[in-house]
Nanobody, 115 residues
């Protein structure tokens, strides 16, 4: 059973930066999309950024211009560079990978933006 392993979360001051990484524990094939979601306390999980194979990237309006998603297709790894972080970015961030056969989710990594 392939699992997604996330890293890079933590505590950062407003205006700071963090880089999240997500890699599968085994080989995945026929990946159609890789992305990141987040869920704040008491809120629904929302899409932050998605990189669709052959179709570009999509960002939530709230993070446009501040977050950048990237992929290393050779390693099946997806990254989320988060700059100019705000307190409202505080949430658990989940990696999401879609193949032709199923969806995979990471276990979540906490990002806290606070002074």
């Amino acid at each position: 059973q392939v699992q997604l392993v996330e890293s890079g979360g933590g505590l950062v001051q407003p205006g700071g930066s963090l880089r999240l990484s997500c890699a599968p524990s085994g080989r995945l094939s026929s990946i159609s999309a890789m992305g990141w979601y987040r869920q704040a306390p008491g809120e629904q999980r929302e899409s932050v950024a998605t990189a669709t194979t052959g179709a570009g990237t999509v960002y939530a309006d709230s993070v446009k211009g501040r977050f950048t998603i990237s992929r290393d297709n050779a390693k099946n790894t997806v990254y989320l560079q988060m700059d100019s972080l705000k307190p409202e970015d505080t949430a658990v961030y989940y990696c999401h990978i879609v193949t032709l056969w199923r969806h995979y989710w990471g276990q979540g990594t906490q990002v806290t933006v606070s002074s």
